[in-house]
């Protein structure tokens, strides 16, 4: 079936009525595989020829991915983040039609051909790099185009660069609403994909272009060694309608990198993670929301894993992608992301990319692009996806020999998934065994939050204990000690929970976290005595 454009009908369909705002080293990976040579003679490498930095982040990806040279192209476009329509077609759209037809990338079929203008195309990929335009601003009365159904989707035109030139094979004077993505949900590479005139665009951007540079060598370097670490999910539990979604969203996605093997920290509050929070070996993080970046990653000094993924659902959170104190995408990156997900104007929640789509497609071992793309209902929107497209932080899952293939991370994913899926009993032997074995505080951490995730609460506590001490002095052991407070917190034993909180405290003395922790395990004030009641005045009867 052929693109469509959102009309009332599928807005009604996707609860939009409602309006709901965001606002407020495996064998055989060592040399180039056919994935990779494949995904790279489909890829094209755009840049901005009035940036150097541009100019040459374009060669650097291109030399590290194999891409050809008569891939990478140049445009002249606007250095700002923000354009208008015209720019856009002028500068970006159009040079990319006429190099498409020239060099025989695709084949076009003839004008209102019911089957749609694009009958094959040999580029799926599109990599935008770092001074490209990001967003394209609201166009009035713009030629062609019209309200398409109700407000608010359809009578918006504003969109992001990437996602709109996504579907620039369609040629559209039609800009106002979003398209649907026939790739949602979808479970087929790109050169299965059946949809030639969609090409999935995604940008390598950031702060500075160093951390562009980094961005993709720390790319390069997590697909041979594999992503190793843990998963942060911050959700809010929350129960307002329209919002629900979110959160429902978060808990698969958790429950999904918990099957997988790794580690999951959840925080189910409505406040995000605390500043002091000792967030270390964070490989994955998925939250919302605040409009900035708050919470652990704004502190001096923190840094993710490499080739760590990190999304926090914002209307706003893509504004910019090159100021890394605002919003979240360039905060994320500055602090050591590889890979992130933005909006650049209001999506509504229903539009936004859907995290555990994208996650539970990351770990099938897809491609940032493609898991990006699967995750989106709709195209020509608001979503920017910033990070290299052929990016497969769970390569090794192709080759059914996930990396990393030994030590601790190894030995607690295979426990865990024991634990997980055929035998608790076996499964707490196995981590147990290794995690002495290794003195390993990452495999007994992680058991204990499987314990604690089916409210074994003793055990978790057992094994917690013997984390803090293969941990040693470190903030590891504070973030373990957390945990152990808020297990006996639930079951007001404030002087076991003190006990370990200053004992930690005293430990780490450093930890930002200290005095946090020990404020957690501090017993809540008792109510206040209420004064007795005056004695009544008058005569007595």
Known sequence: MGFQIFDFRFQMCCALAGAVLLFG??????????????????????????????TELARFYAEKRGIAKDHVLAFKCAKTEEITRDEYDRTIAEP???????????????PNHPQGPVEANKIRFIALMRGMPLKIAERPKYPGDAPNGAPPVGTVNAAAVDSELSV???????????????????????????HPEIMLVCRLDGPTPEIVRRMITDSLAAEKEGLAGLAYVDARNIAQEG????????????KEAGRRGTPVVMDNGPELFPEPYPMTQAALYFG???EHAAGPFIRPGFRFTRGAVAVHIHSFSGSTVRDPIRNWVAPLL?????ATIGNVYEPYLALTPQLDIFHSRLRAGFTFAESAYMSMRAL?????????????????????????????????????????SADRAAGDAWLRDAGKRLRSGVIMEGLGLLQASVNDDTAALVSFAQAREYYGATDDAMRVAFHEVFILRK??????????????????????????LKSLATPPEPPATPAPAAAPVGPKR
Do not use: C
Not at 96 to 110: C, I, Q, Y
Not at 168 to 192: C, H, K, M, T, W
């Open 25 to 54: 080293g495996g064998k055989g990976w060592a040399q180039e595989s056919k994935e990779d040579a494949a995904d790279a003679a489909a890829t094209l490498v755009i840049y901005n020829q009035n940036d150097k930095d541009s």
């Open 96 to 110: 990319l039609r006429r190099a498409m037809t020239a060099n025989f990338w695709w084949k076009l079929r003839e």
């Open 168 to 194: 620039v094979g369609l040629n559209l004077r039609q800009i106002s609403g979003a398209l649907v993505n026939p790739y949602f949900r979808g479970f087929a590479s790109a050169e299965d994909f059946r």
């Open 243 to 254: 919002y629900t979604e979110g959160d429902k969203w978060l808990y698969d996605l958790a």
């Open 288 to 290: 919302w929301y605040t």
């Open 334 to 338: 500055a602090a050591g992301a590889a």
């Open 380 to 420: 020509s929107w608001m979503t920017t996806f910033v990070g290299d497209p052929l990016y497969r932080p769970y390569k090794g899952v192709l080759t059914l020999e996930e990396m990393p293939a030994k030590g601790e991370w190894a030995e607690y994913r295979k426990g865990a998934q024991l634990w997980l």
């Open 491 to 516: 079951t007001k034993r404030f002087l076991e929970a003190m006990a370990i909180a200053h004992g930690t405290a005293h430990a780490v003395p450093k930890s930002p976290a200290a005095e946090l």
